[in-house]
T-cell receptor, first 113, second 113 residues
Framework: EAQVTQNPRYLITVTGKKLTVTCSQN?????MSWYRQDPGLGLRQIYYSMNVEVTDKGDVPEGYKVSRKEKRNFPLILESPSPNQTSLYFCASKGLAVPETQYFGPGTRLLVL | GENVEQHPSTLSVQEGDSAVIKCTYS??????FPWYKQELGKRPQLIID?????GEKKDQRIAVTLNKTAKHFSLHITETQPEDSAVYFC????????????FGKGTTLSVSS
């Protein structure tokens, strides 16, 4: 089954404690991205990657890092989480064929205390 | 860059009524306009999309219209049902490979029976 997976689905952490949210897709998609969803603000892109070892900032990259060492994986790293990063995070992927449907992962709900 | 405005932010209708959600975009290069539905606690899922060479597209009770001159597109849901209750997001992107989808802030649709 074609899918995007994320782990963990729920996470409670404390300020400053590094964490990683994993994202994996099995559709051989080149393009992967991370969004955060906050009430009233919709879906805002954090980072994206057009292929292995190619990453770029989205609209709200501050406080986040990403890596793309393999085509299927695109982890999101919060090296020193702060309470304002409490949010619902979605990973997404799509091919580079034009235009291509974007598929979302199930979401990770993060609470930073 | 692209900016997508979506209205209304909330919409309440009675079962059987029609619902219309409108979006405007700023970048005349945009030519792909998908709509996503997000049920409570779930990931956004594509429900319909339209490309710039088409003015209207229908899929059962859902239709999308596009006015490129005015840079706006709309989602029309006819004969609404309680299961249509969700948050709906419009988005826009150009046809250039790997271009990010820019999302509107979402419309919360409530269908009461």
């Amino acid at each position: 089954e074609a899918q995007v997976t994320q782990n963990p689905r729920y996470l409670i952490t404390v300020t400053g404690k590094k964490l990683t949210v994993t994202c994996s897709q099995n559709m051989n998609h080149e393009y992967m991205s991370w969004y955060r969803q906050d009430p009233g603000l919709g879906l805002r892109q954090i980072y994206y990657s057009m292929n292995v070892e190619v990453t770029d900032k989205g609209d709200v990259p501050e406080g986040y890092k990403v890596s793309r060492k393999e085509k299927r994986n695109f982890p999101l790293i919060l090296e020193s989480p702060s309470p304002n990063q409490t949010s619902l995070y979605f990973c997404a992927s799509k091919g580079l064929a034009v235009p291509e449907t974007q598929y979302f992962g199930p979401g990770t709900r993060l609470l930073v205390l | 860059g692209e900016n997508v405005e979506q209205h209304p932010s909330t919409l309440s209708v009675q079962e059987g009524d029609s619902a219309v959600i409108k979006c405007t975009y700023s970048d005349s290069a945009s030519n792909y306009f998908p709509w996503y539905k997000q049920e409570l606690g779930k990931r956004p899922q594509l429900i319909i999309d339209i490309r710039s060479n088409v003015g209207e597209k229908k899929d059962q009770r859902i239709a999308v219209t596009l006015n490129k001159t005015a840079k706006h597109f709309s989602l029309h849901i006819t004969e609404t049902q309680p299961e249509d209750s969700a948050v709906y997001f419009c988005a826009a992107s150009s046809q250039e490979a790997g271009t990010a989808l820019i999302f509107g802030k979402g419309t919360t649709l409530s269908v009461s029976s």
